[in-house]
């Protein structure tokens, strides 16, 4: 068997997630062989002995999940919160492997979400150099004037960094409101709204339609799907991992 890095080793036991792991390993709370480990060794989960708190690890190759949720607004991008909030995974029932949410949407977004236990493709779906485009619909208070959307449109900074363009939609307006179909090639903290607080927007509504080629199409708000596999090789095909 070829070796893989501590932290996969660990989230793949389904003791926790790979950050956690990372900030375990960090601590000196994990060791190989009986030696303290240093955070990027690698292992052989069939030669070495990890051990949590001189507890021994034991390796589970997971069976991978992979979902889809209409996730409604309310609800938090987690698997825990110490504040009693609601999240995500709270609506997933019948569903007995650890996942995690990939990527996040904020309290009051709505929209598609993608949740796996599969670590590799979720690091790669949330890395830069494999980011999907992901549309949004975006209703925002009263029209949209050309200034409003020569400022959408361009080169903003937000939080000292420089965005990738947004393709920008302008759909119908009415007395509540514009919609709004905004494209982004990457997912920086609250950007839309970020973005529309510059162009002295308000955001109303705000929900992702799509990732990629993975539509959210009639899937209600609240509810969830598996993917199907041609869903999953699209994902892994689009960040390069082997199908």
């Not at 660990?10 to 000196?28: C, F, N, P, T, V």
């Not at 609250?190 to 339609?209: D, F, G, H, P």
Request: charge should be positive; charged fraction near 30%; proline fraction near 4%.
């Amino acid at each position: 068997m070829e070796e893989i890095r501590l932290q996969k080793f660990i989230a793949d036991s389904g003791l926790m997630s790979r950050r956690a792991a990372e900030e375990e390993i960090k601590k000196g709370n994990v060791s190989v062989n009986g030696h303290v480990a240093e955070l990027g060794c690698k292992i052989n989960p069939r030669r070495d002995t990890v051990s949590y708190k001189n507890q021994k690890i034991f390796y589970k190759k997971p069976d991978y999940v992979y979902i889809m949720m209409n996730k409604p607004r309310g609800y938090l991008c987690s698997t825990y919160d110490d504040r009693g909030r609601k999240c995500v995974t709270d609506l997933i029932n019948g569903v007995d492997e650890r996942i995690f949410p990939v990527g996040r949407l904020d309290l009051i977004s709505e929209g598609m979400l993608l949740l796996t236990n599969d670590g590799e493709l979720k690091n790669r779906l949330t890395h830069p150099r494999y980011s999907l485009p992901k549309v949004y619909r975006v209703k925002v208070g009263g029209s949209v004037t050309e200034e409003q959307y020569n400022i959408l449109t361009s080169p903003l900074t937000i939080d000292g960094y420089e965005i990738k363009p947004v393709t920008v939609n302008v759909g119908e307006t009415d007395e509540s409101g514009t919609v709004l179909k905004m494209t982004l090639l990457e997912g920086r903290n609250r950007q839309i709204r970020k973005m529309c607080e510059a162009a002295n927007l308000t955001v109303k509504r705000l929900s992702r339609i799509s990732i990629g080629n993975l539509k959210l199409n009639n899937l209600p708000v609240g509810k969830w799907r598996f993917l199907e596999d041609e869903e999953v090789a699209y994902l892994k095909k689009a960040t390069k991992m082997k199908v």
